[in-house]
């Protein structure tokens, strides 16, 4: 007998460990592709936002410029007015 000779009590063992390998190395692979999507899922949002982010601060400045031409113009026609 050779050391390489496994009963089968052994050979279930075995089995039974290349199945609990196996399922462990699914797990892994899921776990890796849930990380990456959560990845790509968390850029996209952080460049929405930035984007979001963007978008306010131009309406805020075009607000602001409008709401100062306006409040200019006002205040030349009270001057005007008063000359």
């Given at each position: 007998?050779?050391?390489?000779?496994?009963?089968?009590?052994?050979?279930?063992?075995?089995?039974?460990?290349?199945?609990?390998?196996?399922?462990?190395?699914?797990?892994?692979?899921?776990?890796?592709?849930?990380?990456?999507?959560?990845?790509?899922?968390?850029?996209?949002?952080?460049?929405?936002?930035?984007?979001?982010?963007?978008?306010?601060?131009?309406?805020?400045?075009?607000?602001?410029?409008?709401?100062?031409?306006?409040?200019?113009?006002?205040?030349?026609?009270v001057q005007r007015g008063a000359h």
């Amino acid at each position: 007998m050779d050391g390489f000779d496994l009963n089968s009590s052994e050979k279930a063992d075995a089995s039974e460990l290349q199945m609990m390998i196996a399922i462990e190395q699914q797990k892994a692979q899921f776990q890796a592709q849930m990380s990456a999507g959560t990845s790509a899922w968390r850029g996209a949002r952080v460049q929405k936002w930035i984007h979001g982010q963007t978008c306010l601060v131009s309406c805020v400045d075009s607000f602001i410029d409008t709401t100062l031409s306006i409040t200019n113009r006002f205040t030349q026609m009270v001057q005007r007015g008063a000359h």
